[in-house]
Every structure is written in C-alpha cells, then in structure tokens.
C-alpha cells in the first residue's frame, strides 16, 4: 500500500487547508484510515481517524469542532478539512492506513504516508 499526502502549505491563523491523502497498491475500501501530526520537538500525535466504512470517525480534543475527516471511496483518498487553524496546529501531517482489520478505537495503522507540512502563522 503507497499512500501520497498533499496539501499543506502556509496558511494564516483562522485559515482553511484540506489535506488530500491517496491510496494505491491495495483495497482501499477495507482500510481505517488516520491523520497524525508532529510538531518540532513534539512526540506525533493521532488527529482524526475513520473507519472503513466511513460510518465513525474520531478527534483528537485539540482540533475538535474544528477539523473533519472524510474519504471518497471513488478516488481512494482519505481528506482532513482543517478549518479555524491556529499556529498551534503547525506541524508535519501523516496520513496513515489499518490493512489489518485492528479494532475500532484501538487506531493503529501499518501503512504511512511521507508527510505534508502545515505552517500556521499568526
């Protein structure tokens, strides 16, 4: 499974970035799909995930209310609309694939993408 992560750049506080992640090599429809972050000098950190079907998604507190999960199974691509974005939220972006069937909520992947960089400036 190749995962391709675009979408980041520069953006102002209380702007708007949607990462993109694309999939291949594998069945995409049968994967739980997750963002992660790392911020310099910080341990990376889970962001939003959804499962197979679409049907649950989770948030980490930080980006609650904030940041949507969504994927589009025609495309193989799994999106984080990240809205009302804060400098805190500067960091490298992950997109990340569960091709084992873990179970929902225990959120671990095998397949990870190389990162997309998102810069907050205030």
């Known amino acids: 499974v190749q995962l391709q992560a675009s979408g980041g750049g520069l953006v102002q506080a209380g702007g708007s970035l949607r990462l993109s992640c694309a999939a291949s090599g594998g069945t995409f429809s049968n994967y739980a799909m997750g963002w992660f972050r790392q911020a310099p000098g910080k341990e990376r950190e889970l962001v939003a995930a959804?499962?197979?079907?679409?049907?649950?998604?989770y948030y980490a507190d930080p980006v609650k209310g904030r940041f949507i999960i969504s994927r589009e199974f025609a495309k193989n691509t799994v999106y984080l609309q990240m809205n009302s974005l804060k400098p805190e939220d500067t960091a490298v972006y992950y997109c990340a694939a569960d091709s084992r069937g873990a179970t929902w909520g225990t959120y671990e992947y095998d397949y990870w993408g190389q990162g997309t960089l998102v810069t907050v400036s205030s």
């Open positions: 959804i499962s197979w079907s679409g049907g649950s998604t």
